[in-house]
C-alpha cells in the first residue's frame, strides 16, 4: 500500500508541475468562463426571464460554469497520456514495477488536483456576478469541484487510454464533452428542456454534477445526497473500466 502511495504521488507531482508550467492553459481557464458567463451570459439574460430561486440568469448559470471549467480542464488530462506514450515514458513506466494501478491512480490525481485549481479561480469571480458565499459554502463547494474532477478525469484518462494521437484524442474529446455539457442544464433549468431530451439529462453524470453545485452555492436544488452518490459511482466505475484497460494494454 506504502508502494502504491509514493508510486501515485509522484506520478502525480510530475504531472502537476508540468501542468503548472503551462501559462496558456491557465490563461483559457480564466478566459473562458468569462466568455461565458458575462458575455453569452448577458446576451442570453433576456430568454429567460424567471429562475429559479429569484436569480438572474448570470447568477443562475454560474455553477454550470464551474463545471464547464472542471469538464474541460479534466478531460484535457487525459492527453498526457498520449504525451508519455508519443515520448515513449509511458512505455518505460509500464514495463517497470510500479504497478497499473498506481499510474491510473496517479495520472487521476494530477488531473483532478489542476482542475480543481481552475475551478477555484473561476469560483473566485462570484462577487462579480452578484453571489455572496460563505467560508463553509467556499470549502464544500472546493470538495466537491474535487470529487467532480477525479470522475471527470477518470473518463478523459479511459478516453486516452485507446488513443495514439493528439488528432484521434481531439475528435473524441470534442465528441464527447460537448454533449455533455449541453445536456447537464449547466445554460438552462432542465425543467424547461423538451420531453424526449430529459432522459438523456437524467443520464449525464455532469447533470448531477450541476445540480451539487447549484444546491452548494444557490440552494435551488436539493438532492445533496444523490448528487453526490451517482457522481461517486460514476468514478469508481469509469476508474475502474480505466484500470482494466492499463492491466490489458501490451502496447
Do not use: H
Amino acid at each position: 500500500m506504502k508502494a502504491f502511495l509514493i508510486d501515485s504521488l509522484v506520478i502525480a507531482w510530475r504531472d502537476i508541475i508540468r501542468s503548472t508550467r503551462e501559462k496558456s492553459r491557465l490563461f483559457s481557464s480564466i478566459v473562458r468562463p468569462v466568455i461565458w458567463l458575462f458575455l453569452l451570459g448577458s446576451g442570453l439574460r433576456g430568454s429567460f426571464s424567471q429562475m429559479p430561486g429569484g436569480y438572474t440568469y448570470t447568477q443562475y448559470i454560474f455553477p454550470g460554469m464551474l463545471a464547464m471549467n472542471v469538464l474541460f480542464a479534466s478531460v484535457q488530462s487525459g492527453t498526457t497520456i498520449i504525451w508519455d506514450r508519443e515520448f515513449g515514458f509511458l512505455k518505460e513506466i509500464l514495463v517497470s514495477p510500479v504497478s497499473r494501478s498506481s499510474i491510473v491512480f496517479g495520472k487521476t490525481i494530477s488531473g483532478a488536483v489542476v482542475a480543481t485549481m481552475q475551478g477555484l479561480i473561476v469560483l473566485a469571480l462570484f462577487p462579480f456576478v452578484g453571489l455572496r458565499l460563505s467560508f463553509f459554502q467556499i470549502i464544500i463547494c472546493a470538495a466537491a469541484l474535487f470529487m467532480i474532477a477525479l470522475s471527470i478525469t477518470s473518463l478523459g484518462i479511459l478516453i486516452a487510454s485507446r488513443m495514439t494521437s493528439f488528432e484521434g484524442f481531439g475528435s473524441i474529446n470534442n465528441f464527447i464533452v460537448m454533449p455533455l455539457f449541453f445536456l447537464s442544464g449547466a445554460m438552462y433549468p432542465v425543467d424547461k428542456a423538451p420531453y424526449w431530451l430529459k432522459p438523456f439529462i437524467m443520464a449525464n453524470p455532469l447533470s448531477y454534477s450541476v445540480n451539487l453545485l447549484r444546491g452548494i452555492i444557490l440552494g435551488t436544488e436539493g438532492r445533496f445526497f444523490i448528487d453526490l452518490a451517482v457522481i461517486a459511482v460514476f468514478l469508481l466505475t469509469v476508474f475502474s473500466i480505466a484500470t482494466f484497460i492499463f492491466y490489458t494494454d501490451r502496447r
